[in-house]
T-cell receptor, first 114, second 113 residues
């Protein structure tokens, strides 16, 4: 049963703490993405990775960091430098290249910074 | 500046009728357009896509129309069902961007029984 898992579904952290959001996929996809969604807003791209050990900044990368040590995993760290970290975070994956552009999304993690 | 715009935040339709969700874009370099459906507190689910070289794509109750000259696309749902009630996002891919998508802000569809 292939898919994308994100854990936990809800996460609370104190201001000033770094926090890492998990994203795992067993779809054998090369590309993975992190988006952020705020109320009434569309999805905004934070980081993406087209291949293991390589990743690129998206539109709103400041205050975030990622790693891509394994094909299946693409964790996102929300650092204390992120000014407004409370949001709904979505991870996605897709085949790489120009022919396949459908992205499959995980269930999301809602992060609340107190 | 928004490259993908969904100007209607919400839409209410009677069950059995047609739902038409609209999307406008400003970037002529988009080569693929997609529609996603999203329920609260869940990830978006892919619905249907269309290449910029086509003007129509149909999948069951869902049809997407693309008007390149007007930089406009629309999603038609016929007939609408209460289970279609969700937020619908329009997304577009820049040619050569290797899959990075730009999303609109979404339109909340309510289908009333």
């Amino acid at each position: 049963d292939g898919g994308i898992t994100q854990s936990p579904k809800y996460l609370f952290r104190k201001e000033g703490q770094n926090v890492t959001l998990s994203c795992e996929q067993n779809l054998n996809h090369d590309a993975m993405y992190w988006y952020r969604q705020d109320p009434g807003q569309g999805l905004r791209l934070i980081y993406y990775s087209q291949i293991v050990n390589d990743f690129q900044k998206g539109d709103i990368a400041e205050g975030y960091s990622v790693s891509r040590e394994k094909k299946e995993s693409f964790p996102l760290t929300v650092t204390s430098a992120q000014k407004n970290p409370t949001a709904f975070y979505l991870c996605a994956s897709s085949r790489a290249g120009t022919s396949y552009n459908e992205q499959f999304f995980g269930p999301g993690t809602r992060l609340t910074v107190l | 500046d928004q490259q993908v715009k969904q100007n209607s935040p919400s839409l209410s339709v009677q069950e059995g009728r047609i739902s038409i969700l609209n999307c406008d874009y400003t970037n002529s370099m988009f080569d693929y357009f997609l529609w996603y459906k999203k329920y609260p507190a869940e990830g978006p689910t892919f619905l249907i896509s269309i290449s910029s070289i086509k003007d129509k794509n149909e999948d069951g109750r869902f049809t997407v129309f693309l008007n390149k000259s007007a930089k406009h696309l629309s999603l038609h749902i016929v007939p609408s069902q209460p289970g279609d009630s969700a937020v619908y996002f329009c997304a577009a891919r820049v040619t050569g961007s290797q899959g990075n998508l730009i999303f609109g802000k979404g339109t909340k569809l309510s289908v009333k029984p």
